[in-house]
């Protein structure tokens, strides 16, 4: 990844150019839309692809000599998707399992009963998808999905965490400004955003550290980059993407130690389409909102480009690096 890293520092230093025409006097009202104006602009970048091709090299070659060199994923690999009841988790499930990218695919959601989409997913792929109960704020529960998803694959070649909150029905929303933050809000958001991939790495890593190469991925977002925070504003939501992007540092280093296969990274899918972003979509141009189809689509060949010197990065939709 090299000339591509090199390619992705200058346009972050192209968007820190951009943060900083900001006025220091804008008000927090003018947050959530420049917060989308910086995705936008990640998004415009769409016709200049940072990621190589990824069919363009000696795959089996260099995967033998390195086993985490960028592969793309085989029908003889077992995945899964966290958080995969809507939204882009449950494109990513989609595409995995429609597309044949992956052999066996675990879609893990808190009620799958009450997921109507994925249990519809599940039935057209009875053999190959398989939808697993898990609440991130129960680690027994995500304990029991790992030993379900064990007793099934011997492996995982990737395991993607999507879960996220932002705001709730009746319940949080992103502060706009230090009166509206609220405790029980805000260890919530925590719990679930980054405690939750922690958890997961815990009760999973025994699947990921036997597959000869795997990707531990996170959904996290550009404005939990604190390099990249010009505005504020959201302070549960940045707060808890910015602990899940250093809890996914701190498990490159500590996995990498005991399996040399193992990548993890944050990525960062752009604006998307979903419930979670909807209250915050008027000033966002329909051309520069994807649709989850689109996200799980870039943000799988991000996945498939990943190689050892990816693991411990933060990289956003289109292969570009982005700051912790
Ligand atoms: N959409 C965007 O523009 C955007 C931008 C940047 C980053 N992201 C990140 O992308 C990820 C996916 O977001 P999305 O837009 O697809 O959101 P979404 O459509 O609102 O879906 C959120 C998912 O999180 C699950 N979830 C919530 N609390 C949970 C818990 N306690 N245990 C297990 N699952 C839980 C939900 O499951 P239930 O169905 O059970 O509620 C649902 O599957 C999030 O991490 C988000 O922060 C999104």
Redesign the pocket.
Known sequence: MKSDLQKSSMITGFFATRASRVPPSASLSHCLSYVELI?LTTAGSRGHPQRRQLDSRPIADETMSNPSAAQPLSSADAVLV??????????LARRLVERGEAGTVFA????PA??PELASLAGAHPQRLHAVA?????EA?IAAAAAAVGARAARLALLV??????H?PGGMQPERRLADVDAEAFLRSM???AL?PLLMAKHFEPLLRSAQRAVFA???????SIGDNRLGGWYA?RAS?AA?NMVTRNLSIELRRRARGIICVAL???????????P??TRVPPDR??T?DD?AEKLLAVIESLDADSNGRFFAWDGSEIPW
Do not use: M, W
């Not at 966290?82 to 939204?87: E, L, N, P, Y």
């Not at 960062?268 to 909807?278: M, N, Q, R």
């Open positions: 995705n966290q958080g995969a009841s809507r939204g882009i988790g449950l494109a893990t959601c808190r009620d009450a997921a898990l609440d991130l704020l129960d529960s965490n999507c879960a996220g909150v932002l709730e719990r679930v955003n939750g996170s959904i996290s977002a550009r404005v939990g939501y993407k899940q960062h899918p752009g604006t998307v389409d979903t419930a979670l972003s909807e915050f979509q909102l994807f989850p996200a």
